[in-house]
């Protein structure tokens, strides 16, 4: 059957618009340094990353990073800011890589501390999701949680992600090795969340 709600796998030539009441996700750019660094250098909140907390160096080299593969095409890594509505400084971001036709990879979701529990969070998460299945036609995606970071599991299973297991990893960057929950979300699980373009929306 031909899903009119998915693109069919065809990456659209610019990000397309992901907005909720609370929050818009837009590329960065490179004046997003000052706001990034209240949110990826807070060294309580990056303990649980694989990134490790980042300095202005590191923070730089992201941005820049995310704005040399948001030009690339075809596109396969989305970098995303999260900006709350009204207002274009970054205030957090989420990352989807495209790992093949099928399957996208979620990580780095990170919000400024003054806004747990503000409920961006989860509209982060949402949006990411309709990246990946409503705009780029994903059917599956994964993510990996460090089994401490509850706070992250907690928010991460709130937008739809399930348990699929652990595992431990060396992450280089951060230097460190953690021991992992594996999650992930199909399409069909996400159609029937509210909010999604499916069924249940
Ligand atoms: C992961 C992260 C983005 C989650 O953000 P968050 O705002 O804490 O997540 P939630 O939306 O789940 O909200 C936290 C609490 O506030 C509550 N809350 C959510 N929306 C709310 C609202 N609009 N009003 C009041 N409370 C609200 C939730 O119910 C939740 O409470 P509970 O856990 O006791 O049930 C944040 O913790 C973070 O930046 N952590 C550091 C980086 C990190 O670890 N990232 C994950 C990498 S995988």
């Given at each position: ?8 796998g ?67 890594h ?59 036609g ?35 960057e ?28």
């Open positions: 059957m031909i899903d009119t709600t998915t693109r069919g065809r990456p659209p030539a610019t990000l397309p618009v992901l907005e909720t009441a609370l929050v818009r996700l837009r590329d960065h750019r490179a004046d997003d340094l000052d706001a990034m660094r209240l949110v990826w250098s807070d060294a309580d909140a990056m303990r649980h990353l694989s990134t490790g907390v980042m300095d202005d160096a590191r923070i730089r080299r992201r941005l820049d990073e995310a704005m040399a593969t948001a030009a690339a095409t075809p596109r396969h989305y970098q995303l800011a999260a900006c709350l509505q009204g207002d274009d400084r970054p205030i957090g971001g989420i990352r989807l890589d495209v790992e093949d036709a099928t399957t996208g990879y979620a990580g780095v979701l990170t919000m400024a501390r003054h806004l747990r529990g503000s409920g961006c969070a989860p509209d982060i998460g949402r949006l990411m999701l309709k990246l990946a299945f409503a705009e780029l994903l059917t599956r995606v994964r993510s990996m949680t460090s089994l401490e970071n509850t706070d992250a599991v907690r928010a991460i299973t709130r937008f739809g992600f399930t348990p699929t297991g652990e595992t431990e990893r060396y992450f280089a951060a230097d460190t090795t953690m021991r992992l929950l594996t999650m992930e979300i199909s399409v069909d699980t996400w159609r029937t969340m509210p909010g999604s373009a499916g069924p249940g929306a």
